[in-house]
């Protein structure tokens, strides 16, 4: 069974530019569940999804916005970039939200 | 607010030695507690999970520890390896909560 996937695995923006991620859970996998990991602040939860639902989400700005398609695959955006937000980005995909499967990230970089 | 953390950053151990990774947590609303490892260039991977009507979860040379009386968690791995030096996480789920709030992970250095 193929693992979670997320695209692209890296990215170079320039503030107050928006970016895409995107994440593909592993088959059957209905949740995905978003992190922002920077060496200062470690892992972070942004927000949940569950059948295109926003179950929770973490204390970010409104900048980060996140959907979940009817396949489960899951993006999330972030609009008028600052450079705090460099971070790699982390999706986690469970058929429930307990024993969550992380994928290898997206590492975003903004000059 | 709540919180996860950890009592030790950095943990070094000799290969063969037992390792003990500590960790605290504040919400006692969280009923489900996992232990994860990161190495370099990796997401998290799933090592060990306890629920709260549980006090001590055995795996394969791990062994998590879970008192709710003073809110603390501890992952055990015995004859530590090698390829057990990596970056140890534990996170916490509020039941119902449906978000996963990690510590500030603990650094394992094996030496050979």
């Known amino acids: 069974k193929a693992g979670v996937t997320q695209t692209p695995r890296y990215l170079i923006k320039t503030r107050g530019q928006q970016v895409t991620l995107s994440c593909s859970p592993i088959s059957g996998h209905r949740s995905v569940s978003w992190y922002q990991q920077t060496p200062g602040q470690g892992l972070q939860f942004l927000f949940e999804y569950f059948s295109e639902t926003q179950r929770n989400k973490g204390n970010f700005p409104g900048r980060f916005s996140g959907r979940q398609f009817s396949n489960s695959r899951s993006e999330m955006n972030v609009s008028t970039l600052e450079l705090g937000d460099s971070a790699l980005y982390l999706c986690?995909?469970?058929?429930?939200?307990?024993?969550?499967?992380f994928g290898p990230g997206t590492r975003l970089t903004v000059t | 607010g709540e919180s996860v953390g950890l009592h030790l950053p950095t943990l070094s151990v000799q290969e063969g030695d037992n390792s003990i990774i500590n960790c605290a947590y504040s919400n006692s609303a969280s009923d489900y507690f996992i232990w994860y490892k990161q190495e370099s260039g990796k997401g998290p991977q799933f090592i060990i999970d306890i629920r709260s009507n549980m006090d001590k979860r055995q795996g394969q040379r791990v062994t998590v520890l879970l008192n709710k009386t003073v809110k603390h968690l501890s992952l055990q791995i015995a004859a530590t390896q090698p390829g057990d030096s990596a970056v140890y996480f534990c996170?916490?789920?509020?039941?119902?909560?449906?978000?996963?709030?990690f510590g500030a992970g603990t650094r394992l250095f094996v030496k050979a």
């Open positions: 986690a995909s469970s058929s429930q939200v307990d024993e969550q499967y």
């Open positions: 996170a916490e789920n509020e039941a119902g909560g449906f978000k996963t709030i």
